[in-house]
């Protein structure tokens, strides 16, 4: 509770959305996550700067991948732990699970880093037996899109 409000507080979970750079489709994305994972011993990627709303992140949160201009795939977020590295630079490790949950696929436009979505705003969960158009042809799939249909 808030002091003095009577009100109780309550942590409004929060998602993060982040660019899977260089990466084709979501099979590609799960064999370079089982890579990295090996190599790494956990299932991490690394950031410059530490995300402000941790406690609102770990809530029930999710990384969000783009793949090619599209929200297509989440995974729950587990840890963020700061670090710094063999130069002396601050970094953060961010562990998710290894757990790929596709999405209905959104368009987004490209940008650097990562960026927040609230639980209103992230796309929903895809539900089974749903086809997203992974195997229509990607022009097609891209219009079916555009106008809800898909």
Known sequence: MRQGTGVESRVMTLHLIKM??????????????????????????????????????LDGGSIYWVIKRQIAVRQCLKSFTPF????????????????????MPRPCRPFQGWRY??????????PAGVDSGERLPPKL????????LL
């Not at 990466?23 to 690394?46: H, M, N, T, Y």
């Not at 961010?94 to 790929?100: D, T």
Request: charged share 40%.
């Open 20 to 57: 899977a750079v260089g990466i084709s489709d979501v099979a590609e994305l799960r064999s370079v996550q089982k890579l990295r994972r090996k190599q790494r011993g956990k299932s991490v990627f690394f950031t410059r700067n530490m995300p402000k709303r941790i406690d609102e992140l």
């Open 84 to 103: 710094v590295n063999k130069d002396g630079e601050k970094r953060v490790a961010i562990e998710y699970a290894m757990r790929l949950v596709p999405v």
């Open 117 to 126: 979505l609230t639980p209103e705003t992230a796309p929903k969960d895809r």
């Open 141 to 148: 799939a891209k219009e079916l899109r555009e106008l809800g």
